[in-house]
């Protein structure tokens, strides 16, 4: 018996979550709705200095730059989350879920979650789309860059409009009416803006189609350059002269299309961009011009090993043999310094080898500037030249 009084105080000093939770209901509507924004925001703390430690440290070491991209909109919404729900959770908590107020603000919060969930998935979709189409692509092919651009237009406009619907609805909107009031809307738009609409379908049929991609150099219409960007509207052409050309895509599916990086039988893009000649006397020999013009092309920096460059006798003309140089370059900014290159070298080469190049005149030359070349050392070469040239056939 005398140790009934110490354990009754024991237990009057013992504190339990019921107790806590009844202390809770006991306090007044303000206390109640000042307790729960604490509560919301401490949980709104703890859950950023989570994400923070332990999500953007693993987000920072991976190597990817996707999941750089998607944490900060992720974490944005995941903190409206959870706001949202800390005061409406409040309001029931202090108000009863029976509460008119209750009642009539819980279809705008489902809605606000609605949107919200789309707002995720539409960033979700513009961010990860990207990696995942170029993830399963086919690098040797040649693709229409922008297309991506297209495709998640469309599956985020697709997002936006079922989740639109859905909070219309949460909401109680009639949405039969709405659709048809959308319908007619739509014909009126739709013929009002009838070519803005065939850009964008003509430009779901270049993705396809599969013309050209970005940095290939086409002609349209009598415009030569190399294409910048392919729109939902346009495609954006860059001339030689640094001029933009914008062609609506309209434009360009009713067009002849020549696409200069495109000449490998095997759907490769080759950069047959480097086409120059050069001619010769007449009494020169033929290999030892093909040798030395296919050395230089070979040594030539800007012109790429595969594939091989050529150099083949194009024509007789009424002065000089003709020779025709074949070259890929690589970056279409650099013809014209490889043509620079190329038209240098070959004058020093020339005059070195003793090789002429002829120009018409009605003047007689008394002497022939061969006749100061040591023409065994001239015959040396040919020889060597044509040996090489057997080799390479």
Known sequence: MGEQPHANKEGRGMVTVNDIIDEANAL????????????TLLSLFIVRYLMKKILLDFVKATKFKWDDELYRPVTQRLY??????GIQLTMLWVTGPEDALNEALDPVFQAIYILLTTSLASVAIKILIPVVMDKFSNPSSVTVSGSNSLVIFLLR???????????LDVLGFELVGLLA????????????MQQTLGNIVNSFMLALDQPFEVGDRIEVDGHLGSVVSVGILSTKVLTIGENLVVIPNNNLV????????RGGGDGQGRRISLVLDVGVEYDEDISHVKYTVLKLMRECPYIIE???????????????????????????????VAKDWLYKNIAESF????????????????????????KQR???????????????D
């Open 28 to 39: 007044d509507s303000w206390a109640q709705y000042l307790l729960g924004t604490v509560l």
């Open 80 to 85: 409206s989350f959870i706001f949202l729900i």
């Open 157 to 167: 406009a697709s997002f936006w409009f079922g989740g639109l619907y859905l909070a």
């Open 181 to 192: 009031s959308l319908a007619v809307f739509s014909l009126i738009i739709g013929l009002a």
């Open 254 to 261: 009713n067009s002849t299309v020549i696409n200069h990086a």
């Open 306 to 336: 595969s594939p091989e460059p050529r150099v083949l006798l194009n024509e007789l003309g009424d002065f000089a043999k003709i020779f025709r140089m074949y070259g890929w370059v690589e970056d279409y900014s650099d013809e014209f």
């Open 351 to 374: 005059a070195k080898e003793g090789i002429g190049i002829p120009f018409p005149t009605a003047v007689e030359i008394a002497s022939d500037h061969r006749e100061s070349y040591n």
């Open 378 to 392: 001239k015959a040396t070469n040919v020889r060597r030249a044509r040996l090489q040239m057997i080799k390479e």
